[in-house]
């Protein structure tokens, strides 16, 4: 028996996503600051160390969302209005990602100075006019360019890659799903697109390519990630009683799921630093996939309790695209406090600026074009 999809919020699912974007954050904020006391250093070492894995679990739960999303559309999952489906991805995503690009071209203008700080949080490429850097840039397809001819960029430009990631998935997503039919359809596509990713880092790592935008950032390498949301948002329809009636499987699933992202996300697997580039991402996937279907049947994780650990996550989007520009402005303040306190506090700043520019800019700007486009849900 299947649950209906609805229009209800999830408030696991933002939890997870305040977990992925701390470790974004984290990643790109250690190499900043002077190392922490010996009492954190250990832990602040492993926390911060794979932030790519963050991008990942973002993937998977991008894919639960988005194929809810679809189910949800007045004529459900297989026939899915295009206007209604475009209209809403681009009210979401494109006005947020215009005003970072400006927004950091700004702050390239006003305040290029040829400091650590600045290379590392803005710096352009060698020639700021290529068009090898801006087409792609602009045409979501940032993750398949060659990032090492610019000599180098800024981390606010190589955020850029998972964006291209995800609307090349999505721009022919509900085409693929009008012509795969049917449930059975879709799962056996899907796997598919599972094995392709492990397939594809197999294939890269052989050829002896160390290089990890080549494995993990190129389409094949992520698309996977993707896949296991949408099986995700399939295993969660349509197991929902079963799930429900079985809160004692719902809760053993869920810890084999934390084991997993938590062994993986620590290099406890004896497989290698560059065999983790092959099978990191699916472990990833498959330990969120995990922990969300069993999570996302305990009443727990949807506690008020809980409510202010799931406010990053509710503004993740934000915080993702913001967090570099609040890290160049606050980095002084962060300099002088504890790693624990200094990290903190960074994630607050940004979740606040985040929140802001939800309520009084992104909010509104996805209304608008969504009218623009007659699309009123």
Same mark, same amino acid.
């Given at each position: ?9 999830? *408030? ?18 250690? #190499? $900043? ?11 602040? +070492? ?37 206007? !209604? ?27 290029? +100075? ?14 700021? @006019? ?19 001819? !610019? ?9 850029? !890659?998972?964006?291209?990631? =995800?609307? *090349? ?25 599972? &094995?392709? @990713? ?26 996977? *990630?993707? %896949?296991? @949301? ?21 809760? !053993? ?9 938590? %062994? ?8 290698? =630093? ?7 991402? $699916?472990?990833?996937?498959? @330990? &969120? ?12 994780? =949807? ?21 570099? #520009? ?49 699309? =009123?849900?």
């Amino acid at each position: 028996m299947k649950q209906p999809a609805g229009p209800n919020h999830l *408030q696991i699912i933002d939890l997870a996503r305040t977990a992925a974007i701390m470790t974004v954050m984290a990643f790109h904020l250690k #190499p $900043t600051l002077p190392l922490p006391p010996p009492a954190f250093r250990w832990g602040w +070492d492993h926390f911060q160390r794979n932030g790519e894995y963050g991008v990942c679990m973002f993937f998977v739960i991008s894919g639960f969302l988005i194929t809810r999303i679809l189910d949800s559309g007045g004529n459900r999952l297989f026939r899915s209005g295009w206007r !209604w489906f475009y209209a809403r991805r681009v009210g979401r995503i494109i006005p947020l990602f215009l005003l970072a690009v400006f927004l950091g071209l700004a702050l390239v203008w006003m305040f290029q +100075d040829g400091s650590k700080k600045f290379i590392y949080c803005f710096k352009l490429p060698q020639d700021p @006019g290529t068009l090898s850097f801006w087409v792609p840039l602009f045409t979501f397809t940032f993750n398949w360019a060659r990032t090492e001819n !610019w000599n180098g960029i800024g981390i606010e430009w190589v955020l850029f !890659w998972s964006l291209a990631v =995800e609307e *090349q998935f999505y721009l022919l997503y509900p085409l693929a799903l009008r012509l795969l039919g049917n449930l059975k359809n879709l799962a056996l596509f899907l796997a598919f697109v599972v &094995l392709l @990713g492990l397939g594809w880092r197999w294939g890269v790592y052989l050829s002896g390519n160390d290089n990890i935008h080549t494995s993990m950032r190129t389409s094949p390498g992520a698309f996977d *990630q993707i %896949a296991f @949301g949408a099986l995700l948002y399939l295993a969660y329809k349509y197991k929902a009683l079963f799930f429900s009636k079985n809160k004692a499987l719902s809760f !053993w699933v869920m810890g084999a799921g934390f084991l997993i992202l938590a %062994a993986t996300y620590l290099n406890t697997f004896p497989i290698g =630093e560059r065999l983790d580039r092959i099978y990191g991402p $699916t472990l990833i996937a498959a @330990g &969120l996939f995990l922990f969300l279907l069993g999570g996302l049947h305990l009443p727990f994780f =949807e506690s008020k309790d809980l409510r202010v650990f799931s406010l990053p996550g509710k503004f993740s989007y934000g915080n993702y695209l913001f967090h570099i #520009p609040v890290l160049f402005f606050i980095h002084s303040f962060l300099w002088d406090l504890n790693i624990v306190a200094a990290f903190f506090l960074y994630v607050a700043v940004t979740t606040a600026l985040s929140a802001l520019s939800y309520r009084f800019f992104e909010a509104p700007a996805n209304r608008l074009i969504r009218r623009i486009f007659g699309v =009123e849900s």
